[in-house]
């Protein structure tokens, strides 16, 4: 399975991103994370989408403003970011796993991104 990333950028406080991350190479079934890692800060959890039934999980200090979907394909998982703050400065990965249900921890994922800059200006 290979992941590509893209979408990152540099955008103001209170502005919006959209993230893609397109899979290759099996079936979609899936579960698929999004995890970044802030400067100097080890790797977090920040949303996952299971497979089959597709459903989504946030850490709490997103909730009301990302939105983790896939599209019709199956194959890419978004993950809309709306009123951006500094804190979410990041390089964004996205993951994959084997397994259908979403997890919350790396260990879950099988497959890694090689990341995408967000950047959110003061």
Do not use: H
Request: aromatic share 14%.
């Amino acid at each position: 399975v290979q992941l590509q990333a893209f979408g990152g950028g540099l955008v103001q406080a209170g502005g919006s991103l959209r993230l893609s991350c397109a899979a290759s190479g099996r079936s979609f079934d899936n579960a698929m994370g999004w995890f970044p890692q802030a400067p100097g800060k080890e790797r977090e959890f920040v949303a996952a989408i299971s497979g089959s039934d597709e459903n989504t999980y946030y850490t709490d200090s997103v909730k009301g403003r990302f939105t983790i979907s896939r599209g019709n394909a199956k194959n890419t998982v978004y993950l809309q970011m709306n009123n951006l703050k500094p804190d979410d400065t990041a390089l964004y990965y996205c993951a994959f796993s084997y397994r259908n249900r979403l997890g919350f921890s790396e260990s879950w994922y099988d497959y890694w991104g090689q990341g995408t800059q967000v950047t959110v200006s003061s």
